[in-house]
């Protein structure tokens, strides 16, 4: 099982970035996809989650301003992130449990300028 996560960059306050994690390995439409981030200094924050049939869940900081979604044709999950604060930034990685083992993609960096 392999999950590449991609997308990340330098955008000012208030913008926009999209995320993407394809996955590999597995038949992705049988499983969910968690999105995670960790900014320096601190731990691993679980930002939310998208089932296979497509339902999601947010942590409160992020409900309103990031969206989880998946293609299934393409293998991938996306996360739209808008309304980016100096505090999103972080190391943004995908996981996903596949027969109670955890994978989890590389990270890919996001960095918020004020």
């Known amino acids: 099982v392999q999950l590449q996560a991609s997308g990340g960059g330098l955008v000012q306050t208030g913008g926009s970035l999209r995320l993407s994690c394809a996955v590999s390995?597995?038949?992705?439409?049988?499983?969910?996809i968690g999105w995670f981030r960790q900014a320096p200094g601190k731990g691993s924050e679980g930002l939310g989650w998208?089932?296979?049939?497509?339902?999601?869940y947010y942590i409160d900081s992020v409900k309103g301003r990031f969206t989880i979604s998946r293609d299934d044709a393409k293998n991938t999950v996306y996360l739209q992130m808008t309304s980016l604060k100096p505090e999103d930034t972080a190391v943004y990685y995908c996981?996903?449990?596949?027969?109670?083992?955890?994978?989890w993609g590389q990270g890919t960096q996001v960095t918020v300028s004020s």
């Open positions: 390995g597995v038949i992705f439409d049988d499983y969910g």
């Open positions: 998208i089932s296979n049939d497509g339902m999601t």
């Open positions: 996981n996903t449990q596949v027969r109670g083992e955890s994978y």
